[in-house]
């Protein structure tokens, strides 16, 4: 009996010392490394940040500076890069593949942090189409911008030329860096193609880096060029060499430091964010991806028992029941009727409907605003799917962006009674005003501005790139989703004074700015194109026609 146990014991520590060989301890690593740094950070080129942070005070100091720093290490507050590879893998890839990055997280966490890096990035972009790859554009900067330290990126601003260097891929980083914050060279892995689709593996690093040696030297003088790079990184990262090298001096950020850093504030990004895509709302980090998963079952048995209520049910009966299943609705009271400005010609618009103009949050807004009046709405709609059209409660007309035809229809609309339409034509999640299309100023007298607002915890429900049909389903899948609404003092429009001093688009900018202010959002001139442009990388157009700029 003891021989067997004497042997299953060497068998044991047999196997131990293998896997120990294979993933060294990355902890006794880092020790080491930090030691390393301890030992030269008082006499060698390597300095605590705050000394950074103490010269930054003076600003010439950093104006002629070359900055190289360690994206990871040293900008984001984050030291973990699981959240962006969920990202990745869900928005990209899809439920199956983010549910498969999840299970295997107790592996990541065993294995050093190249390996750990290696199998998030099989499992995440293995098979994906590399032209139509853009989560890196259209989904990711959101979440590094809210992880980016507000007292670090100060430093960056004073730095003349900025190189990030990141371990992540070159497709995750590039358009965040360039795009959001206008660094000048961005250093990162690239990923091996075959035939147009990623197979998942970086390529090796290139030891040399001659390219972005060269376009940081660009306007330094070969005797002089080392004097002007400095560089920041973390006591936790190993340095990219070759590059940091060429530093004179090198920062190091503690962790106590990033903790102690200040989230960068929406109203100091470098490049307001205005558009970005994709499902998810919250960050997913290991706990609440789990957390997420374990809703989703649920998810879809409330979204379609909301549904089923929403489109069987009346009204009166099914606001109540909509409301004990978690779905928000906060209204204040709409306008009088007879508070409404009186027509120049009661006998021309004395049978017409209300006109309701609201901005656009989601495809529900119209349905939201006839459960604010308890009565039936028709709602006209730049762009809707027909799986929408035919479950939708209430009437819907599709407009075909030709505005004379359009003008017609919403005419013969608002004779048949209330109306409301949403201008922007196109939704916007961020506290932005997209730009009024003019053309409901001449319809009606009687426009009623309503402001709207909504708040969702896990998903967007409004996608640029995805399946629109989807986008009220996706909605209703949340916790606790709210709508907010304010109906605002009605505005004369020009149907009875088409030639008077006013313009369309001087009533249209009118409601713009006023439902702006209620909801206190930006008011912008961007449209439907930009927003498609940036996002998918198309003009988002299903049906041409005139369009006029406002």
Request: positive net charge.
């Amino acid at each position: 009996m003891s021989l067997n146990v004497s042997f299953f014991k060497s068998l044991f520590f047999y196997f131990f010392r293998i896997l120990y060989r294979q993933f060294p301890n990355p902890k006794l690593q880092h020790r080491s490394a930090v030691s390393n740094i301890h030992a030269t950070l008082t006499h060698g080129k390597y300095r605590k940040y705050p000394s950074l942070a103490h010269r930054s005070d003076v600003q010439d100091d950093l104006s002629t500076q070359t900055l190289i720093f360690d994206v990871e290490g040293a900008l984001l507050k984050s030291s973990s890069l699981f959240p962006y590879f969920m990202l990745v893998a869900f928005e990209a890839g899809g439920l199956i593949r983010a549910f498969v990055l999840l299970l295997l997280y107790p592996i990541l966490c065993l294995v050093n942090e190249e390996m750990g890096l290696k199998i998030m990035v099989m499992i995440c972009f293995f098979g994906i189409k590399k032209d139509k790859f853009r989560v890196g554009t259209a989904v990711l900067p959101k979440f590094f911008l809210e992880d980016v330290g507000f007292e670090i990126l100060r430093v960056l601003q004073r730095c003349g030329k900025r190189v990030g260097v990141s371990y992540m891929p070159q497709v995750m980083i590039d358009s965040f860096l360039r795009d959001y914050l206008e660094i000048d060279v961005v250093v990162g892995r690239d990923l091996k193609v075959f035939c147009g689709y990623f197979v998942g593996l970086m390529e090796e690093r290139n030891n040399d880096n001659k390219l972005v040696l060269e376009e940081m030297q660009l306007g330094h003088e070969n005797n002089n060029f080392n004097e002007d790079v400095i560089g920041i990184s973390s006591f936790n990262n190993s340095l990219d060499q070759k590059l940091f090298l060429q530093c004179k001096e090198i920062y190091l950020v503690q962790r106590s430091d990033k903790r102690s850093w200040q989230h960068l504030p929406r109203d100091k990004y470098t490049k307001p964010l205005v558009f970005h895509d994709g499902r998810l709302a919250l960050t997913p980090t290991p706990l609440a991806s789990l957390v997420l998963f374990m809703w989703l079952p649920f998810a879809f048995s409330l979204a379609l028992f909301r549904v089923l209520v929403a489109i069987i049910i009346p009204h009166d009966i099914s606001t109540p029941i909509l409301t004990f299943t978690g779905l928000r609705l906060t209204v204040t009271p709409p306008p009088k009727t007879s508070n409404l400005t009186p027509s120049k010609s009661s006998s021309k618009t004395k049978s017409r409907g209300l006109l309701y103009v609201c901005n656009h949050r989601t495809l529900l807004d119209p349905l939201y605003v006839c459960f604010a009046l308890k009565k039936n709405l028709t709602a006209v709609t730049y762009s809707l799917s027909r799986m929408s059209e035919i479950l939708a409660p209430i009437k819907t007309v599709r407009l075909t962006r030709d505005r004379d035809q359009d003008g017609k229809m919403m005419e013969r609309l608002l004779n048949q009674g209330d109306l409301v339409v949403c201008p922007e034509g196109t939704t916007c999640r961020e506290p932005y005003l997209m730009r009024f299309s003019p053309l409901f100023a001449e319809m009606s007298d009687n426009i009623v501005p309503v402001a709207v607002n909504t708040d969702v915890t896990m998903f967007y429900g409004t996608t640029a790139s995805g399946l629109k049909c989807l986008d009220p389903f996706i909605f209703l899948m949340n916790p606790l989703p709210s709508y907010t609404m304010e109906f605002l003092q009605p505005v004369s429009g020009l149907y009875t004074c088409p030639d008077g001093e006013k313009s369309r688009f001087e009533v249209a900018n009118h409601v713009q700015s006023e439902i702006g202010k209620t909801l206190g959002f930006e008011c912008t001139k961007l449209a439907r194109r930009d927003k498609y442009m940036i996002l998918a990388g198309n003009e988002g157009i299903a049906c041409t026609g005139n369009k006029k700029s406002k």
